[in-house]
């Protein structure tokens, strides 16, 4: 996605925008229908799956192709059976995904993280350790954005004995599977190249455990 549709002066007026991508109006409303978030341009009639939604709050930047990317932090819960944790997404990319989200301005990558984990699953006090920091071109969010860095952790958790997983509003139906049995479901574009990336990782940590 590049922005060059968007006036100068909302790329910089700390200001929150969010633009209709067919008619590139500032008019869009997002809803919940049939449990999939959406959102409707006032202006054209439009209903899409996603946006471009200018947030200072959201580390984001423009590379030397003019390509909008964002900041993303993932973890990858893993059991001691070596399954990981996935659940269905509610908005844009459908499919299953890792607990994973946006950094933000103010944080650092580990801490956005962290939250993203508590916020999404309800998991927290667990320690994270870094697997991989990745470019993913062509990882598209619901906020315009077709490109991310992405920040992977992993945690380790004993699921039959103390773990509880409460899902937020953007997730459904959790799953548990080991690397190869996800790579056969519909995971989301983002999840596919972080499995393929971190395999052997997530694997060799099941192994130590």
């Not at 995904?97 to 916020?119: K, N, S, Y």
């Amino acid at each position: 996605m590049k922005l060059d549709f968007v006036p100068p002066q909302a790329l910089n007026d700390g200001a929150v925008h969010h633009y209709c991508l067919r008619c590139h109006g500032e008019s869009v409303q997002w809803r919940t229908a049939a449990g999939r978030r959406q959102c409707a341009c006032r202006s054209c009639g439009h209903v899409a799956d996603r946006a471009l939604v200018l947030d200072p709050e959201v580390r984001w930047w423009t590379d030397a192709e003019g390509e909008y990317w964002h900041e993303t932090a993932g973890v990858f819960v893993r059991d001691v059976r070596g399954r990981v944790l996935l659940f269905d997404r509610t908005a844009f990319p459908f499919g299953l995904t890792i607990p994973a989200g946006h950094v933000e301005c103010d944080e650092q990558p580990d801490d956005a993280a962290e939250r993203e984990l508590r916020e999404e699953t309800g998991i927290a006090g667990r320690p994270l350790e870094h697997l991989a920091r990745l470019r993913v071109p062509g990882d598209g969010c619901r906020r315009g954005a077709d490109a991310h860095l992405w920040h992977i952790y992993r945690t380790v958790a004993e699921v039959d004995a103390d773990l509880v997983v409460e899902l937020g509003p953007e997730g459904s139906s959790a799953v548990w599977l080991t690397p190869a049995e996800a790579l056969e479901r519909p995971v989301t574009y983002a999840v596919r190249r972080l499995l393929e990336d971190c395999r052997d990782a997530l694997v060799s940590s099941c192994a130590a455990g």
